[in-house]
């Protein structure tokens, strides 16, 4: 097995480099390597941000396939290379087409193609919907370690939202250590939160989860809010919602209106990147005709260029980088490797002569 994740030095090799084995790695080994590494996906997602912050990843921005006949619908592409220790190039392809949820089944489905350093070969197809609410969910729980430093530590957390990517987030909090006394659910859909709450009753107290009958009621009390929605528009328009300064993980980039993000600390995990599509950033960009509201990237609170003030509300708003799913994939590549459980799909690249 080719190890893709050192490349020999230009130079040192005898020859051209050898082309790696293709392997296909299925929805199952994702989750089985990922169930219960909470905090290691979590240490891959933060050093992932160092490296983008430091210049050491290129992640264009994404292209979206949309149709004039399914206009809820689209499909997503998301190229970047990752340098580093990790040094691997790839495409996540992700759809949403949100109409599966009448049908019952999830929203999105993806897959991840991983690129050989040294060749640009493909050497992995994986499963990418797991990857992808992996990386979402530990940035979030990332997040909100960061954001809370130096205030007290949110004890209320309330989920706008829930579906998939609430679940992992909770998961994901629950994984690195978090506690809460009170969990509050809002969803549109009272099935929807039905079932959030029974899935936090396996894991928390059932007196301590509560479902919101009004986003307002659930904001208000709670100090942790993560919105995971479906919304493609401002929904949230009142600041003084907020006016007890809550962590406000706003992984689904559309609730809040602009009047919510200019009331408080705006943190973004790429500027550029946020700041288009019609995310609230965006929208609140085009209001203001400046980016002054936003505070800076997860990074630059990483590492100390953006200190966080107590005495506002802070809105996290990532917009999902591709190089997350780069890491992420490629850590679970790493560790289906390392079992021997790889499946290698032989003679994948046949034509290997240029000349026959």
């Known amino acids: 097995m080719t190890d893709t994740s050192r490349v020999p030095e230009e130079g040192l090799h005898n020859g051209p480099p050898p082309v790696p084995p293709f392997a296909v790695i299925s929805g199952k080994q994702v989750k089985d390597v990922l169930r219960g590494r909470e905090k290691s ?26 149709f004039p006949d399914r ?35 999830p929203r999105a489905s993806a897959v991840l193609i991983l690129n050989d350093y040294a060749t640009g070969y493909p050497f992995a197809c994986m499963e990418s919907s797991i990857i992808s609410a992996a990386r979402t969910a530990a940035s979030a729980a990332s997040a909100a370690d960061w954001l809370s430093r130096g205030r007290a530590r949110p004890t209320r957390v309330g989920f706008v939202g829930a579906g998939l990517i609430a679940r992992y987030i909770h998961t994901y909090l629950e994984g690195t250590g978090w506690t809460f006394d009170a969990v509050g659910v809002h969803d549109v859909s009272a099935e929807s939160a039905a079932g959030f709450r029974t899935y936090l009753e396996q894991s928390q107290d059932v007196d301590r989860v509560t479902v919101h009958r009004s986003a307002q009621d659930l904001i208000r009390g709670s100090d942790l ?30 609730d809040l209106a602009p009047e919510v993000l200019l009331g408080a600390t705006n943190v973004v995990d790429d500027v550029d990147h946020c700041l288009r599509a019609s995310t609230s950033p965006h929208l609140t960009e085009s209001l203001t005709g400046n980016r002054d509201f936003v505070h800076g990237t997860l990074a630059d609170v990483m590492a100390g260029r953006v200190t966080i003030p107590a005495e506002r509300p802070v809105v996290f708003s990532p917009f999902g980088l591709g190089v997350l799913d780069l890491a992420v994939g490629k850590y679970v590549y790493d560790e289906v490797a390392r079992s021997g459980e790889l499946q290698i799909i032989d003679d994948f690249f046949h034509e290997l002569s240029r000349h026959g």
Do not use: M
């Not at 997503?76 to 599966?100: C, M, Q, Y």
């Not at 993560?226 to 003084?240: E, L, M, N, Q, R």
């Open 41 to 66: 996906v979590v240490e891959v997602v933060e050093e992932t941000y160092r490296q983008h912050g430091a210049g050491r990843s290129v992640n264009p921005p994404s292209s979206f396939l949309r």
């Open 71 to 105: 206009p809820t619908s689209r499909i997503i592409a998301l190229p970047a290379s990752l340098g580093g220790e990790t040094r691997v190039d790839g495409l996540k392809w992700i759809s949403s087409f949100p109409t599966n949820v009448a049908s019952g089944i």
């Open 225 to 254: 809010v993560v919105f995971a929605t479906v919304a493609d528009k401002p929904h949230i328009g009142d600041p003084s919602w907020f006016r007890h300064d809550p962590v406000v993980l706003h992984v689904s980039l559309r």
